[in-house]
Nanobody, 124 residues
Framework: QVQLVESGGGLVPAGGSLRLSCAAS????????MGWFRQAPGKERELVAAISPIGGIIYYVESVKGRFTISRDNAKNTVYLQLNSLKPEDTAVYYC?????????????????WGQGTQVTVSS
């Protein structure tokens, strides 16, 4: 079992940056693939970025490539999402999630553990 707590959201102007963190409990964090999802009002939850258990495989949705960077520190049980060059359309609640086994490039239904979410708002 793993519990996840996100932090780092906020209100920023377009072009700004944020760094989201997701701290995990438990001693098996390095066994989990980790994903960052986001959900805007009226839209489905979408996978934004994901990273394999030891970081060798990384995925980004096309709309954030070159702007967002996912990383993890297994010694600190933490996964990060660096958000640069933010756009108003990046506004959403961002969630981190964990899955044990299988492809990290999966829909929300395949991730087993979720944080509570952190709001990111980008003003135009």
């Amino acid at each position: 079992q793993v519990q996840l707590v996100e932090s780092g959201g906020g209100l920023v102007p377009a072009g700004g940056s944020l760094r989201l963190s997701c701290a995990a409990s438990g001693r098996t964090f390095s066994s989990y693939g980790m994903g960052w999802f986001r959900q805007a009002p009226g839209k489905e939850r979408e996978l934004v970025a994901a990273i394999s258990p030891i970081g060798g495989i990384i995925y980004y949705v096309e709309s954030v490539k070159g702007r967002f960077t996912i990383s993890r520190d297994n010694a600190k049980n933490t996964v990060y999402l660096q958000l640069n060059s933010l756009k108003p359309e990046d506004t959403a609640v961002y969630y981190c999630a964990a899955k044990l086994g299988g492809s990290i490039r999966s829909g929300a239904g395949n991730y087993n553990h979720w944080g509570q979410g952190t709001q990111v708002t980008v003003s135009s």
